[in-house]
Each structure stands twice: as C-alpha cells, then as structure tokens.
C-alpha cells in the first residue's frame, strides 16, 4: 500500500511539473503564431479548445454535468462570468506575449495570490493573519516601486492578476472540475469567437486561411496548448496535497520571467529588479506561513484567507 501511495505522489508530481512546465513555457508558442493579431489568436483558441475537450469528454463519457449545468440558471450564469473573465485574462496575456511585455505578464502571476487574499478580505470578509497583512502591505509596496519604474502603474500585471482573482473567485462558485469547466466556459466562447473569425475569412485578413497548412495547424493546435496542462493538473490536484500545488503555482511566473529576460531579452532596471525583489518577499512570507498553518492541528486554526491553495477547477491561466 505504502509504495502505491508512493507512485501517486510520484505520478501528482510529474503530472504537476508538467503542467506549471507548459504553462511557464506557452511564451515560446504565442509568436510562432505571427502574422495571426492577438485577437484572432484568441477566437482560435476558444473555437479549438471547445473542440478538443468535447472529443475528450467524449472519450471518457462524462456528458451528466452539463444536463444539470443547464438547469440551474444561476450556476450557468457564473459560468458566463467566468468565460468573460477568462476571454479578458486570455486576450491580455497573448497580446502582452506578442508586444514584448513576458516579464510584466509574469508579473501578474506573481501578484496574483495576494490580488486573491485582498479580494478575500474585500469581498468575502475573510480574516488575514498578521504574516498575511504583511505580505499585502509588501505587494502593494512593489506595484508602488514597479510604477516608478514604467513611468506608469504595470497595467498588464494587475490586469492578469485582477482577472484572474475574480476568475478563481467566481469557478468556486461553480465547482465543476477542469475539463467540464473549460468545456463549459468554450462552449459559451465558441460562437461569438467562430463568428469573429467567419468575419475576418470574408474581408479575406484571416491568417488561417492565407498563412498555409503548417500555420493553420499551429493555429488549430491552440486548444491542445490550452486543454493538456489543465488535464496534467487535474491529475496531479488529487494526487498531491494543495500546499504543495501551492509552491508549485509558482513555476510558471517563474518560467515566464526567465525567458523574458534570457530569451526575450526584456530590460529589467534596478527599480524593476526591486519591485520584483518585494513581491518574492511578499510571497516567500506567504508560502512560510501557509506552509506553518497546514501543519497546526486542525482543532487550532480559524478560517482565514488561504492563497497558497488553488482549486483545480480554477486553473486555466496563460
């Protein structure tokens, strides 16, 4: 029993350096698909997301979620919210990727988890502990610096950040897993997305069409690059415990910002470095003390904000 549970926390770890790998690495992919804009990129990789996981759902006949989906209107309308979200988080990470902005997008997965436990306290009256106003007090300081910086606030960042924050919020609600929420959230994407690029065909400026088989097929291979590392870290969140999904989250800013700066060749100033310094001390203090709290009998904690933990139904990033 011992060594099989020894080989599923192997299998959830791979499955987790897969995942956070792929989505550190998807910087590499966006250019190969110039001349494409950022925005038909997206369409695509809406329209071929949905196709992707509706072979995969059809695979696995896993079809129940979607009737009970459709009956309660409510949950159908968080999902909406959640595809709205998605398409904004989505659009700015592929444009930022193609105008040469790496280094702030993965910024904005770096500020994301203390976006999330701001939000907590601000909209779902969650408690901070004091290592947790901390790191807050250190984030907001670093957008401060990161602002003097630029010459302007990191917009790129915060938007990523922002949006993804409320995307997280609003996919507890929902609580469906990762492939039935991406399915779901595709789904809602795919007409106004296949209509765009059914646009772009008849005024004859659709890449798809015009940049041959080889483009086309990078094109169509969006809904794979979006679909297989969400399936990699459904496989390894019920594997592995959530507070080491919660240090393994950061791979893939991490990813990201090393090939902005050693690929992309992306200026990173002093200011810049400082600003960065805050938010890996802001979420160093964060890791420390969710790390600590697991480890606390559960008869001795009090909910709190919890940004370490990821739901696997709430990944979709990048």
């Not at 549970?5 to 992919?29: K, Q």
């Not at 010459?151 to 995307?167: D, E, K, M, N, Q």
């Not at 646009?199 to 094109?219: D, I, K, P, Q, Y």
Request: aromatic share 12%; net charge positive; hydrophobic share 55%.
């Amino acid at each position: 029993m011992a060594g099989t549970s020894d080989g599923e926390h192997r299998t959830g770890l791979l499955n987790g350096f897969a995942a956070y790998g792929m989505w550190g690495l998807v910087p590499l992919f966006w250019p190969l698909l110039k001349p494409a804009g950022a925005v038909e990129i997206l369409a695509h990789r809406m329209v071929w997301s949905l196709v992707f996981v509706a072979v995969a759902l059809l695979l696995i006949r896993r079809w129940a979620w979607a009737g009970e989906l459709l009956r309660r209107p409510r949950r159908l309308a968080l999902v909406a919210v959640a595809a709205a979200v998605i398409t904004v988080n989505w659009g700015v990470y592929i444009w930022a990727v193609n105008s040469g902005h790496v280094v702030e997008a993965s910024l904005g997965y770096f500020i994301n988890p203390l976006v999330t436990i701001a939000m907590g306290v601000l909209i779902l009256k969650e408690r901070l502990r004091p290592v947790q106003w901390a790191a807050v007090g250190i984030g907001l300081a670093a957008v401060l610096v990161l602002t003097a910086g630029y010459g302007r606030p990191p917009w790129i960042s915060l938007c990523l950040a922002f949006s993804f924050a409320v995307y997280g919020l609003v996919k507890k609600k929902v609580d469906l897993g990762g492939v039935e929420s991406l399915a779901a959230e595709t789904a809602i994407q795919f007409l106004p997305a296949l209509g765009y690029l059914l646009w772009l065909s008849a005024h004859g400026e659709a890449s798809f069409v015009s940049g041959g088989a080889g483009h086309a097929a990078l094109l169509a291979s969006t809904g794979l690059v979006t679909a297989l590392p969400l399936v990699c870290f459904g496989a390894a969140a019920i594997r592995v415990p959530l507070s080491t999904l919660g240090l393994l989250q950061y791979l893939a800013p991490l990813f990201q910002f090393l090939l902005g700066i050693f690929y992309f060749h992306e200026a990173m100033p002093p200011e810049r470095w400082a600003g960065f310094g805050l938010v890996w001390l802001a979420l160093m203090l964060l890791t420390a003390d969710a790390l600590r709290w697991a480890r606390r009998p559960a008869r001795l904690r009090v909910p709190t904000a919890r940004p370490a933990e990821t739901p696997s139904s709430a990944r979709a990033d990048a």
